[in-house]
């Protein structure tokens, strides 16, 4: 008996029997005695659905009106959700963003969570309602709707589990929980029992793609226990707190990140404040930066390169060709044909040779390693798109079979 | 130069082209220096298509979450057009109803406007922005999302022009203006140039459909003028105001209504209060009564027989088979094959002759009528609904070809 916050992405409410088995689910935590808020994200194909309807009109429309329009999926979602646990025989009530409280900054389309006002949650939970909530949105103190970005809805849940001090947030996807690898691309693949936050940030940052790191990074934050779990099947899933049990494993787990572009810039003036320069010109245009390689070039000169998301690679580029003639330096050059295969795991802090055995696995693989990042619990290489899910394949044999 | 409140229903916006067409009609009330609010419906079958998303998974869900799940239909709407009229090179904002400060009572799917809290749709006017506002849509008292049910969107544009004071409020639909009968069904129907709101209330209630009753009430009561007008053609539409010129015609408009259907129950006992009852439990279950006809039946009994809206045929049947068994009266009868049709015009109150003239020609037609309404300026017929059309055509050329 206690509070449960449970989050259900698209694929999860994506048509009538679906919803119907999510109001199941939620409907059965409720009846062992605990008070259940379900936070939902749009159904299945709705978000590209209206970003199609958007672009048939205007692509460039503003943020704000892209925010009015995004946010009537979760609307759609709630209110059927709620009409399944009504159909079950339970009480319920569904708020929106700004009726369950979340106060965001107003930079439309990537708002972040200011405050949740817990008020209306709290009222509902008092009359034993189960409350369905629309993740993703939220209201700016100007009293516009605005969505919280890629990830979003796992944030509005953790957000509220967190505000609440919930027992226990449940993330529900289309995976029994956090694995060793991709299950759907590597046969080994394990799902790992329990993970500390901070492999599941690396994992997260790294593209598992099962649980956003702003989620993970306020759940850590916090100290809430989260549980990556599938919403078909009725397996245990995966276990997120502080301190896990790491099955003597030495990594937790290999991810691939295809969303990434990498950019080079030869023949840079080594002049001070060059590199500072690019970079804070690239952050005014919000586009981050991740892996960095500097290296000495002909002439007094040096090149640089570094990866960028994909998406932001095109503008990166127009911003760096027009500085780059500015400054007298070579070519600047956009390459997304690259992929990122990283290891997570909190035994690399304690146990020498593990970022040698992957480069191993590479190396006997005949991939070719473009950039290198490492960090005390990760490492990262950049390689060809076309060698990655056979990289992480090779580099997953090399840790978890000959084990 | 002025304020001018424009509103557009589903057809008018219901695909991109439209929508554009909508941007296009607004900018150009806004570039010769107007300030424009313009009020939209759902698209074309948006509204449809989430009652069948509700329907297969609870048809029996509470009316809140019905509210939380077609409020979603304008969103979209007012967020597109939005879009369109920033592609035109307008500053605009998107409002939901509860941001334009539609506080409404909490009798969800059929909310009553309390008052308009217009202090947002005021500074984003003083900004000179056009303002685009979810019609249909309000907040109740207790925060949560309401519809107004039938005609929502005209009421919602009616009531921000009354609020705002505005200069004139243009209601663009798919037919050029108010016709004399149906231009679809008779082909000799007139566009009136002007109606008074006493007329056009009449033919609103009758079912001709060009504007909610509760609209025209509403203009009335602030002396509003309105125009009836189309999204599609350029055409000078029809003026809705206090006197109208009535170009010397007898009657404005033959009308026809098949939203209807007969109760009648014989051998009532001739007690005092009986009949009182009856209207009494059909009002507490809000079914309205609209013609009614009492007559004495055998042996101090009497018969009675009224009509009410057509989905409300079979609850009124059932609450009143109930009554009869209890009080021991006859059979209850529910007719759902019966149509109204009426003549509206200010005219009659000064010339005799007119219902007379009515009845001709359904008797020239042989079409025979069940039950007879009047007030001063509307004659109202109930017949079988197979003689409708052609009631229609023969009354108005009864009135209109021979003159």
Chains 1, 2 share one sequence.
Not at 103 to 124: D, F, G, Y
Request: aromatic content about 4%; charged content about 25%; overall charge negative.
């Amino acid at each position: 008996m206690g509070l449960i916050v449970q989050k259900f992405g698209g694929t999860s409410v994506k048509d009538a029997e679906r919803v119907m088995n999510v109001a199941k689910i939620v409907t059965d935590t409720y009846k062992k005695g605990n008070n259940v808020v379900v936070v939902v994200s749009a159904q299945g194909d709705t978000t590209d659905d209206l970003i199609d309807k958007a672009n048939e009109i205007n692509p460039d429309a503003t943020n704000r009106e892209k925010d009015m329009l995004l946010a009537a999926g979760e609307q759609i979602s709630i209110a059927l959700l709620a009409m399944a646990i009504q159909k079950l025989g339970y009480p319920v009530v569904s708020l929106l963003g700004w009726q369950a409280g979340f106060e965001t900054t107003s930079m439309h389309t990537n708002a972040r969570i200011r405050r949740i006002n817990s008020e209306r949650l709290k009222s509902e939970l008092d009359r034993r309602n189960i409350v369905v909530v629309a993740g993703f949105q939220g209201i700016s103190r100007y009293g516009d709707v605005t969505t919280l970005g890629r990830g979003g809805s796992d944030t509005s849940a953790v957000a509220i589990a967190c505000a609440l001090h919930a027992d226990l947030c449940q993330i529900y996807t289309d995976v029994e929980g956090v694995y060793t690898a991709d299950p759907r691309k590597v046969k080994n693949a394990k799902k790992l029992g329990e993970i500390s936050y901070d492999e599941m940030l690396e994992l997260a940052t790294l593209g598992a793609q099962v649980l956003h790191n702003r989620s993970v990074e306020m759940a850590k934050k916090y100290n809430l226990e989260l549980e990556v779990l599938s919403s078909l099947t009725n397996a245990p899933g995966t276990i997120v707190k502080e301190t896990a049990k790491m099955e003597k494993m030495l990594i937790s787990g290999v991810a691939k990140d295809t969303n990434v572009a990498r950019i080079s810039i030869t023949e840079l003036p080594d002049k001070p404040g060059i590199v500072f320069k690019i970079f804070s010109k690239l952050s005014s245009k919000d586009i981050n930066i991740d892996i960095i390689l500097q290296s000495v070039g002909r002439d007094n000169t040096k090149d640089i390169a570094f990866t960028v998301a994909k998406e932001k690679g095109k503008q990166a580029l127009e911003l760096l060709n027009e500085y780059a003639r500015e400054i007298g330096a070579g070519s600047v050059v956009l390459d997304e044909n690259v992929a990122k295969v990283s290891i997570v795991g909190a035994g690399m802090e304690t146990h020498a040779g593990v970022a040698s055995k992957m480069f191993e696995a590479l190396y006997d693989n005949q991939i070719n390693i473009q950039m290198i990042s490492t960090s005390e619990i990760k490492v990262s290489v950049l390689i060809d798109i076309n060698d990655a899910d056979r990289a992480v394949s090779a580099i997953h044999s090399k840790f978890f079979d000959a084990e």
